[in-house]
């Protein structure tokens, strides 16, 4: 059996955080009839081939205001960034106000819908960017076993992931592309004795990874973490900087 090393989004999952400071510039379009951010870098910001990163999103989805900011920096780097809205609307946000909420139910909904459609989302983007483009995957919580998949697939060039949700030791074992991994010291969903089971595992498959722990904060920190607090601040900074270098990296090996 493959043992759960990252479980179910819990109820810090489920907070909006702090609002970050910035305006979004993104748009949103339809991919494959799936709603999806699109944030595009500056004319002149990129020479070569197309860089894009899929960007797969926790339950907040790709249209919080917070990782909108997030996805801007990414294309403000030279990046086309696609932030693929798989729960079409559904998000966990939407449902505030219902005392009876089957968080659960909803999660198990959410999981079987983005294995759909996933899928041929991507393939409508390789069709829109081409296939000289070099792809790359970011997810957030809810988003990471995705990546993951890309990684033992070899749909991507790299992947890289925040605060993960859902992996199972096999998620591990099958990587096959270079796995970017920022983790919190505090994460009830990916705890220290799961993320060193991780790391082994990495080590075994002769994968190619790198491991930031940042001290002082929690699971959420990348995308709803109080700026106001240096630790915080810092670490949501620097792991939106290192998946920027990372990717960057092995796009340019990849030539």
């Given at each position: 059996m493959s043992q759960v090393l990252a479980g179910p989004p819990g109820e810090c999952c489920f907070s909006k955080g702090v609002k970050f400071e910035g305006t979004p510039v993104g748009k949103i379009v339809q991919i494959a009839d799936v709603p999806t951010y699109v944030s595009e870098p500056s004319s002149g910001s990129q020479s070569g081939p197309k860089k894009v990163i899929l960007f797969l999103p926790d339950v907040h989805g790709p249209f919080f205001d917070n990782t909108k900011l997030v996805q801007d920096y990414f294309a403000e780097n030279g990046f086309h960034v696609l932030g693929i809205d798989y729960f079409f609307g559904d998000i966990v946000d939407a449902h505030d106000n219902e005392p009876n909420f089957d968080r659960p139910a909803w999660v198990q909904k959410s999981k079987v819908r983005a294995a759909e459609v996933l899928p041929k989302w991507y393939n409508a983007v390789k069709e829109i960017y081409g296939t000289d483009a070099k792809y790359c995957s970011v997810g957030y919580c809810f988003g990471a076993p995705y990546v993951l998949e890309w990684t033992t697939t070899g749909d991507i060039i790299a992947g890289a992931f925040a605060h993960p949700a859902f992996l199972n030791e096999d998620h591990f074992r099958g990587v096959k592309k270079p796995l970017l991994m920022s983790c919190a010291e505090t994460d009830h969903t990916f705890p220290l004795p799961a993320r060193r089971r991780a790391e082994d595992l990495l080590i075994e498959a002769k994968a190619q990874y790198h491991i930031q722990v940042?001290?002082?904060?929690?699971?959420?920190?990348?995308?709803?973490?109080?700026?106001?607090i240096p630790d915080t601040r810092w670490a949501k900074e620097e792991c939106a900087s290192c998946v920027v270098r990372w990717f960057n990296r092995f796009i340019i090996e990849s030539k």
């Amino acid at each position: 059996m493959s043992q759960v090393l990252a479980g179910p989004p819990g109820e810090c999952c489920f907070s909006k955080g702090v609002k970050f400071e910035g305006t979004p510039v993104g748009k949103i379009v339809q991919i494959a009839d799936v709603p999806t951010y699109v944030s595009e870098p500056s004319s002149g910001s990129q020479s070569g081939p197309k860089k894009v990163i899929l960007f797969l999103p926790d339950v907040h989805g790709p249209f919080f205001d917070n990782t909108k900011l997030v996805q801007d920096y990414f294309a403000e780097n030279g990046f086309h960034v696609l932030g693929i809205d798989y729960f079409f609307g559904d998000i966990v946000d939407a449902h505030d106000n219902e005392p009876n909420f089957d968080r659960p139910a909803w999660v198990q909904k959410s999981k079987v819908r983005a294995a759909e459609v996933l899928p041929k989302w991507y393939n409508a983007v390789k069709e829109i960017y081409g296939t000289d483009a070099k792809y790359c995957s970011v997810g957030y919580c809810f988003g990471a076993p995705y990546v993951l998949e890309w990684t033992t697939t070899g749909d991507i060039i790299a992947g890289a992931f925040a605060h993960p949700a859902f992996l199972n030791e096999d998620h591990f074992r099958g990587v096959k592309k270079p796995l970017l991994m920022s983790c919190a010291e505090t994460d009830h969903t990916f705890p220290l004795p799961a993320r060193r089971r991780a790391e082994d595992l990495l080590i075994e498959a002769k994968a190619q990874y790198h491991i930031q722990v940042f001290s002082g904060v929690a699971h959420g920190f990348a995308l709803r973490g109080d700026p106001n607090i240096p630790d915080t601040r810092w670490a949501k900074e620097e792991c939106a900087s290192c998946v920027v270098r990372w990717f960057n990296r092995f796009i340019i090996e990849s030539k």
